[in-house]
């Protein structure tokens, strides 16, 4: 899977010295991650808000950015004349 480009959510922004650059809720340290990971572990948005004072629309916009880039198209597999080059050592 490809690695998603957080620049393009609204919701989060990465400030180099704030959580190591991490992506973070904007004008928080909130990690995006905390999210996921409480998600995962059986978490409810409304528990997630409430344990990380964020609002539904934060999220929200998290969740519907991954689930966005889920839909968008992959790059086809490499073919032609560089498809087979090995990288120089």
Same mark, same amino acid.
């Given at each position: 899977?490809?690695?998603?480009? @957080?620049?393009?959510?609204?919701?989060?922004?990465?400030?180099?010295?704030?959580?190591?650059?991490?992506?973070?809720?904007?004008?928080?340290?909130? *990690?995006?991650?905390?999210?996921?990971?409480?998600?995962?572990?059986?978490?409810?948005?409304?528990?997630?808000?409430? @344990?990380?004072?964020?609002?539904?629309?934060?999220?929200?916009?998290?969740?519907?950015?991954?689930?966005?880039?889920?839909?968008? *198209?992959?790059?086809?597999? !490499?073919?032609?004349?560089? !498809?087979?080059?090995? *990288?120089?050592?």
């Amino acid at each position: 899977m490809a690695t998603l480009d @957080w620049s393009q959510c609204a919701a989060v922004e990465s400030v180099p010295g704030k959580r190591s650059g991490a992506w973070v809720f904007r004008d928080s340290r909130t *990690p995006v991650s905390v999210v996921f990971d409480n998600l995962e572990a059986g978490a409810s948005i409304e528990e997630i808000m409430e @344990w990380f004072h964020l609002t539904r629309e934060q999220v929200t916009g998290v969740i519907a950015f991954v689930a966005r880039s889920l839909d968008a *198209p992959s790059l086809p597999p !490499a073919t032609g004349v560089f !498809a087979d080059a090995h *990288p120089v050592r």
